[in-house]
């Protein structure tokens, strides 16, 4: 132990002499580039980084070793050696028929799960008939009114053998309960099913804007499917707590852990409030972040957060289960990063991004395509953004060693530095009363804007270069092919909705939509009335409906 | 700059969210950069009808409207709030428009009435140059 102390006193000395000698000099004729090194999150960087004394004396506690607490490199012992994370491309547009095609197309090339994006009105819970859904209908996502669309969406692909991640949250209890029906149909039981709902509505109403009813209905709506979920579903990760949009917002690194973390925290909370135990739920707790191409703070970022979460659901929650300390995570790449300038340089960003996921342990990934700062990715360039993930994973070689960039002493220092400005962020949200308050107070969205304020002056000023927008910029035409949508599908899925309601039983949905309004007055469960009237093939808008009679509507408060 | 020289008074914008996309950074940061270069602006937030934003436009007598959209509803709801501003006599408010928008629809968007379209990565500058070029 001395020994290894004289020897950090040793290196220390010897940084002094050579900030004083060679780098003086050195500086003295050929000035650094800029005075100030920062990331893209501002974080200062200095110009060199040596062993950092805790991470020497500390080693255990900090790091430990992967598949265990605090699980800083990794949560599971082998990591990619024993398996690949999942390639999971995140699509849907237009018809459940045309997105059914889509899926199979990924499925044939190597991906290796599902990720489904639905359209707007899906993810507020607006049928596509309604006023509301005007022009909205299958753009960013598919167009799912009724159990009807999810059989097609799902026809010829096992869900027993495909898992699935949902990106749905206000409407998050009504696609599980369909996709629980169309297992059934299937002959699947819900307890083989696998998959994700994103099911995250507090970074709704901050950051993604898809809420539909007030925090507290939403929170227990919440709940409930955690406990649905415990006792029917068990291989389902019931939500997916995401500082993905947050990040996309504007956010820094620092804040898309902390916001996110908090986030968590106010679900565990509400959870156990609710008579649920925390060992119970928190295995199924799932995450999902931002892999930016600022590489070395992204890999300390995705560190850092597995770190603090594992002491927080062991120190805070008092969780015993390791499975409930362990932050699971899918990553998706930063689509603010995409330029619309020069779109094949979007590829080169993709690939730092899928290095920076893959360097920091995910558990799944998506890659966006280099068209998607215009429209949604044609065919062609989703299979590059796929081909991107399946080089690294089969010939950058980072796939055989774990955790490779531990012990950098950058990384390292960074990581520390990223937890520790967190939970500060955790800790001002804890005393403005928790998440649902810092929110309704509007601290988390000024927050946001603030940092997103900051890196688009950094950028008009020329401080931060984005290649192709503020340097190295050309003339282009804009020729690149890009995908559209057909105009038309709002009339499809309407005629489809009308055909529905011919062919079921009026007085049956009407019964249990009924039932499930008057549940909402109470305190039951409410998947069960929810999974009741989806099998009647009750719209999703009436289901909305049904509920928001009870709940309220939200709307945005902000000054 | 974007005073009206006549009464010194500043020029008054409606940066509104029409539709169900709730993607507000850029909306936000060209409220902000607009405020920065002299304008008044007033934002109403995400997910807005047409009808709620033209009401709110007429009511805050706003010289102009800006638009922002990553939904790809625009075709629909940015000529929406045309029609309602054409149907309520207070077409000489002048709007233009932001987001996820494929070039080849800005042809279409320019001919409805749209006066600009700033797509991703449009410098602040640029922003308030043309608005002001649209003002003079």
Redesign the interface.
């Known amino acids: 132990m001395a020994d290894k102390c004289s020897n950090l006193e040793k290196i220390a000395e010897a940084k002094k002499a050579w900030d004083e000698g060679p780098v003086a000099k050195t500086c003295g004729r050929f000035p650094e580039r800029k005075e100030e090194f920062v990331t893209v999150s501002d974080e200062p960087v200095e110009r060199l980084y040596t062993p950092e004394p805790s991470v020497m004396k500390e080693y255990n506690e900090k790091l430990g070793f992967p598949g265990q607490y605090p699980f800083t490199r990794g949560v599971q012992p082998t990591m990619y050696r024993g398996r690949l994370w999942t390639m999971r491309m995140y699509a849907g547009f237009s018809t459940a028929e045309e997105s059914n095609k889509r899926y199979r197309y990924l499925l044939e090339q190597g991906s290796t799960g599902l990720s489904v994006a639905f359209d707007?009105?899906t993810?507020?819970g607006?049928d596509s008939d309604d006023d509301?859904?005007?022009?909205?209908v299958g753009?960013?996502g598919v167009a799912i009114d009724s159990l009807a669309d999810m059989e097609v969406l799902f026809d010829g692909i096992p869900l027993d053998k495909v898992s699935t991640s949902m990106t749905i949250n206000s409407s998050a209890a009504i696609l599980l309960a369909m996709y629980i029906a169309v297992g059934e149909k299937q002959g699947v039981s819900a307890d083989k099913l696998t998959g994700t709902i994103q099911n995250d509505i507090l970074k709704?109403y901050i950051?993604?804007?898809?809420y539909r009813f007030p925090p507290k209905p939403s929170l227990r709506l919440i709940s409930n499917i955690f406990e649905y979920c415990t006792k029917s579903v068990p291989r389902w990760n019931t939500i997916s707590i995401s500082g993905y949009h947050i990040r996309?917002?504007?956010s820094t690194a620092a804040q898309e852990v902390g916001f996110t973390i908090a986030d968590a925290i106010c679900y565990v909370e509400t959870a156990m409030k609710a008579g649920l135990k925390v060992d119970d739920f928190a295995p199924r707790l799932a995450f999902f972040f931002a892999a930016h191409t600022d590489l070395l703070e992204e890999v300390a970022k995705f560190r850092a957060a597995r770190r603090l979460y594992a002491k927080i659901m062991k120190e805070r929650f008092k969780a015993e289960n390791p499975k409930s300390w362990m932050l699971r995570f899918h990553t998706q790449t930063g689509g603010?990063t995409?330029?619309?300038?020069q779109p094949d340089n979007n590829i080169v960003r993709v690939a730092i991004q899928t290095l920076a996921a893959v360097l920091g342990g995910t558990q799944s990934l998506h890659t966006n395509s280099k068209d998607e700062?215009?429209?949604?990715p044609t065919e062609d360039s989703v299979r590059v953004a796929l081909r991107t993930q399946q080089i690294v994973a089969e010939e950058s070689g980072v796939t055989s060693t774990i955790d490779p960039l531990g012990g950098s002493f950058y990384v390292e220092q960074l990581t520390d530095k990223i937890e520790a400005e967190a939970l500060a962020y955790i800790e001002k949200i804890d005393e403005l009363g928790g998440m649902v308050s810092a929110i309704e107070q509007g601290y988390v969205q000024k927050e946001i804007?603030q940092s997103?304020?900051n890196y688009?002056q950094s950028i008009?000023s020329n401080d931060r270069i984005?290649v192709g927008?503020?340097k190295f910029q050309v003339e282009e035409e804009?020729t690149i092919p890009?995908f559209?949508?057909d105009?038309t599908v709002g009339k499809l899925q309407t005629d489809k909705i009308a055909k529905v309601k011919a062919d079921r039983s009026e007085e049956t949905v009407k019964a249990k939509l009924a039932a499930l309004t008057e549940a909402s007055k109470g305190d039951d469960n409410l998947m069960p009335f929810i999974l009741d009237a989806v099998r009647e093939y009750a719209t999703i808008g009436e289901i909305c409906n049904a509920m928001e009679g009870v709940f309220g509507q939200y709307t945005?408060t902000?000054n | 700059m974007s005073d009206s020289t006549a009464t010194g008074a500043k020029v008054r914008v409606l940066i509104g969210k029409p539709?169900?996309?709730?993607?507000?950074?850029g909306a936000?940061?060209v409220a902000?950069?607009l405020r920065d270069a002299g304008f008044e602006v007033i934002?109403t937030?995400?997910?807005r009808?047409p009808e709620q934003i033209v009401d709110a436009a007429i009511q805050e007598d706003v010289k102009m409207i800006g638009l922002s959209l990553l939904?790809?509803?625009?075709?629909?709801?940015f000529k929406?709030v045309l029609d309602l501003l054409k149907e309520k006599g207070a077409e000489d408010i002048i709007v233009f428009g932001g987001g996820?928008?494929?070039?080849?629809d800005v042809p279409g968007l320019e001919a409805m009435g749209i006066k600009a379209v700033f797509?991703?990565?449009t410098?602040?500058?640029e922003i308030v140059d043309t608005l002001n070029s649209c003002l003079a």
């Open positions: 707007l009105p993810q507020i607006y509301m859904s005007a022009g909205e753009k960013v709704e950051a993604r804007g898809t996309e917002a504007g603010v995409l330029t619309a300038q700062a215009l429209a949604l804007e997103a304020y688009g008009e984005v927008v503020n804009n890009l559209k949508v105009e945005e902000f | 539709g169900l996309d709730g993607h507000d950074r936000k940061y902000h950069i934002y937030g995400i997910r009808t939904s790809g509803a625009h075709n629909t709801l929406r996820t928008i494929p070039p080849d797509g991703p990565g410098p602040a500058k």
